[in-house]
């Protein structure tokens, strides 16, 4: 079976600074691996995957995230936060042979003040 | 959200009711899913369907049941309310191939009371 644990349930953040929002999975197979974002009174929004490749992955709103198979991490990054990134970050995963199930971590609440 | 409807957005029902949610999509996916969102526990699976009359168990399926009599409408049915749950429900579908991943509806805010 597969988890996501999402280590910190808030990060604060003054605006522009860089931020890091972690997520760790446990799997005994390969996986895909998902950051997804909601802002308030809203649903998911994808912000970016790893399914292969190059496993520095660049999403939306100038966010990347790094795949690290022998930490079992897939840490999410920005450089410079605003005061619009303030939202709930998800981190999921699905094994590759079994793509029905996507199993998410329990999120992490990203404030940023200015 | 890639032609995805829930309704109601929102609800208030009595414990002991029954309640549906409907969520209809536009683009003839073959996979649908329902998700609960709960403070603490992130998103789990209640059910899911991978095509018309096909359907399977989640996380967290006690107390719900699904149909699928067309490809574009997933309901979840809860048989009788109860407190425990009042949540967010979420309605997804999945997109295989190079594109692979899942799209969420806006979420039905349910409240029972």
Known sequence: AQSVTQLDSQVPVFEEAPVELRCNYSSSVSVYLFWYVQYPNQGLQLLLKYLSGSTLVKGINGFEAEFNKSQTSFHLRKPSVHISDTAEYFCAVTPFYNTDKLIFGTGTRLQVFP | ?113
């Open chain 2, 1 to 113: 959200d890639a032609g995805i409807t829930q309704s109601p957005r929102h609800k208030v029902t009595e414990t002991g009711t029954p309640v549906t949610l409907r969520c209809h999509q536009t683009e003839n996916h073959r996979y649908m899913y329902w998700y609960r969102q709960d403070p603490g526990h992130g998103l789990r699976l209640i059910h899911y369907s991978y095509g018309v009359k096909d359907t399977d168990k989640g996380e967290v399926s006690d107390g719900y049941s699904v149909s699928r009599s067309k490809t574009e409408d997933f309901l979840l049915t809860l048989e009788s309310a109860t407190s425990s749950q009042t949540s967010v429900y979420f309605c997804a579908i999945s997109v295989s191939g190079d594109n692979y991943g899942y799209t969420f509806g806006s979420g039905t805010r349910l409240t029972v009371v």
